[in-house]
């Protein structure tokens, strides 16, 4: 029989809690129980910096109680440690049947990365998805969406069969992007996706109402992350695109280490300090082993439509240098156009409402680069499990 998060907590019962708590089962350090298909079982106790090393041996005790109830394959403990700002630093751990978010405001975007190295190999894949591909950057309002929602599009045109996620759990617009309102399904306890245009879409938009502010702790993230990845039927798939929060924090780390992520794409616009984020992000990936696919220019020039002159307003070619500098590969430049933000607002992105367009082709060529990089097996890594460092 399947192990379950209640079967976890029972054998955590005999291993001390690093708060105060009866045990590490009824501790509220505990948190982000998830059981992968295969009997991998995954989660993590809070902790501050400080005091990681000395929590240590509860780790390795929590790690040897879980791995001996049966049905557990391998199991994986990171300590991590909260760093929301002004909110309490272990939350309850989140109920098996409770909603994946709770309101407030958007937490501050993250800075840089805490401190990491790798481990032991941990990260699970998507049975049925052959790659899991995330599409970051390093700050907000880039054009992230927008790039993903048209990647994935440009990938389904090729004739692969392909799915959205929408991990952005702070700001999603998948649902505006596809013009999607609907609630997913739930059969024998898994969501299916919803569908537009031939892709799987999941959200956490489609479980929210609209314009429902969200404060995401740490945690909460993870189990979002994980529950969109691993109770959602996906079914066959060769891509897997992930639109990940803007940034290079927790939530970025977490979805990097807890999946097996094939590879990542950075979005970056050609200003300087988009640039800079972008490198953020590829060091937060190498980091923790995600080969970086390469590098997208987003709003690299204006097309004039009437003349079809191309005017660089940020300066050029900033991130194809950029890409050269950190030994990454460059994928393409997609051009500042109105109708690539009028299709998107409008539910139809260009890819599929104008895919004879240079835009659309532009997106094309792009993908037609991160598959060749997929095929040439630039993924099959397995995600380093988290460590923090005094
Ligand atoms: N190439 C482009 N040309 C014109 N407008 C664009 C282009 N790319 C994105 N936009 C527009 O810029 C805005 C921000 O795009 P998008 O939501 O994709 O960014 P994001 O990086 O995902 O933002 P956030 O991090 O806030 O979610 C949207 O209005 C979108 O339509």
Known sequence: MAVTEDDVRRALAAVPAPDGAPSLGQSP?????????????????????????????????????????????????????????????????RPASSPMMSRGAREAA?????????????????????????????????????TAANLALALKAQGLRVGLMDADVYGPSVPTLFALHARPEVVDKRMKPLEAHGLKIMSIGFLVDAGTAMIWRGPMVMSALTQMLTEVDWGELDVLIVDMPPGTGDAQLTMAQRVKLSGSVIVSTPQDLALADARRGV????????????????????????????????????????????????????????????????????????????????????????????????????????????
């Not at 809070?46 to 509860?58: F, V």
């Not at 840089?112 to 907000?140: L, Y």
Request: include cysteine; charged fraction near 20%; aromatic fraction near 4%.
């Open 29 to 93: 350090s505990l948190s982000n129980i998830a059981v992968m298909p295969g009997g991998r079982v995954i989660f993590s106790i809070e902790t501050t910096p400080e005091r990681a090393a000395a929590l240590e041996s509860i780790r390795r005790a929590a790690e040897a109680a879980v791995k001996a109830l049966p049905g557990v394959s391998d199991v994986l403990v990171a300590l991590t440690a909260e760093k929301a700002p002004g909110s309490a630093p272990a939350p309850a751990p």
């Open 110 to 146: 993250p800075g840089a990365a805490p401190p990491v190295r790798p481990a032991q190999p941990s990260g699970a894949g998507v049975p049925g998805v052959k790659h899991i591909v995330a599409v970051a950057s390093g700050k907000g309002g880039v054009g992230k969406s927008t």
């Open 283 to 390: 060091a937060m990936f190498r980091k923790v082993d995600v080969p970086i696919l390469g590098i997208v220019e987003n709003m690299s020039y204006y097309s004039c439509p009437n003349c079809g002159h191309h005017a660089h307003l940020f300066g050029h070619g900033g991130a194809r240098a950029e890409a050269q500098a950190m030994g990454t590969p460059f994928l393409g430049e997609v051009p500042l156009s109105l109708q690539i933000r009028e299709t998107s607002d409008a539910g139809a992105p260009i890819v599929v409402s104008s895919p004879e367009s240079e835009d659309a082709k532009a997106y094309g060529r792009i993908a037609e680069a991160v598959w060749a990089r997929l095929s040439q097996g630039v993924g099959g890594r397995v995600a380093p499990r988290i460590v923090i460092e005094r």
